[in-house]
């Protein structure tokens, strides 16, 4: 069976994502998504290997149980990571791997786990970066599996696992097995103030309020209570007030609001977004 059978059977696997909005660039993502999990994964598109095995037996498994992990169009990468970092497979990469611990503890006193099944909803605690990733206070993130007596966890980047040492790392919770992933959103920046001016960070502020809403956005209030008393302060001496209307056009006058410039990261996907003081800015 050549690989390019082996991916049409995965295809045919899975059902049609639920109310997918546009096909072509649905099919496109996921045809896209395949090509860099064969990249990363080579076994997965190898006919009768033990990972190409464990994907199908997953990909069936979904399709029975949770329909739905198929409308996000990077599953395809997602599954063969996954599987892979059951099998204890690492991708393939330029990035030197990771050093091995001098004296590994032995076999028989490591943690017992089952990868690829239990996996944790978790919180960044502080600030920190990795090779090939960083994060921010209060993301949230998903951990693959935990190992080394719960101490250090391993989270996809890009389909690829990252492993990290936990101590700015908080678990929230256990996820079912099948459960789809949370939507989480990771600022990569956010800055408010007058229009024209780069203003004040507000970075920690806005990843430290956003939570969904019962649709499943996440909205940020826009309003000097993103700054410390101090920065507002500061900045609304600088930025002296103006009538909310112009007195020429009976237009709102933007001049006097300031506005709130947030750019952040969901499903995987970068986003820069605008908002007005006293508007309701929703990340989705």
């Not at 097995?177 to 103030?193: H, M, N, W």
Request: glycine share 6%; aromatic share 6%; charged share 20%.
């Amino acid at each position: 069976m050549r690989i390019a059978v082996l991916f049409s059977l995965i295809l045919l696997a899975a059902p049609p994502p639920a109310k997918a909005q546009n096909e072509n660039l649905q099919g496109e993502a996921v045809k896209n998504s395949l090509s860099r999990s064969r990249v990363l994964y080579p076994d997965s598109a190898r006919p009768d290997t033990p990972l190409s095995r464990a994907i199908l037996r997953r990909i069936e498994w979904l399709g029975q149980n949770n329909p739905a992990y198929f409308s996000d169009p990077d599953w395809p990468v997602k599954i063969a990571a996954s599987e892979a970092l059951a099998l204890r497979i690492r991708p393939v990469t330029t990035a030197p791997p990771p050093r091995k611990p001098a004296q590994p503890p032995p076999a028989q006193t490591r943690r017992p786990q089952d990868p690829g099944t239990t996996r944790y909803l978790a919180v960044v605690k502080k600030n920190f970066s990795v090779t090939g990733a960083s994060f921010r206070k209060n993301q949230q993130i998903v951990l693959e599996s935990l190992q080394d007596y719960d101490k250090r966890g391993t989270t996809l980047v890009d389909g690829q696992p990252i492993l990290l040492w936990l101590d700015n790392i908080k678990v929230l919770k256990k996820l079912p097995p099948g459960e789809p992933d949370p939507v989480v959103v990771k600022v990569v920046s956010a800055r408010y103030g007058p229009p024209g001016r780069a203003g004040y960070s507000v970075s920690s502020m806005v990843q430290s309020l956003i939570s969904p809403d019962s649709e499943g956005r996440y909205e940020i209030l826009v309003s000097d209570a993103l700054l410390t008393p101090g920065a507002a302060n500061n900045l609304n001496r600088s930025n002296p007030s103006q009538p909310p209307f112009d007195p020429t056009t009976g237009q709102p006058n933007l001049g006097s609001k300031k506005i709130l410039t947030v750019t952040y990261t969901i499903k995987g996907v970068a986003k820069t977004k605008q908002g007005l003081e006293g508007q309701t800015l929703i990340l989705d």
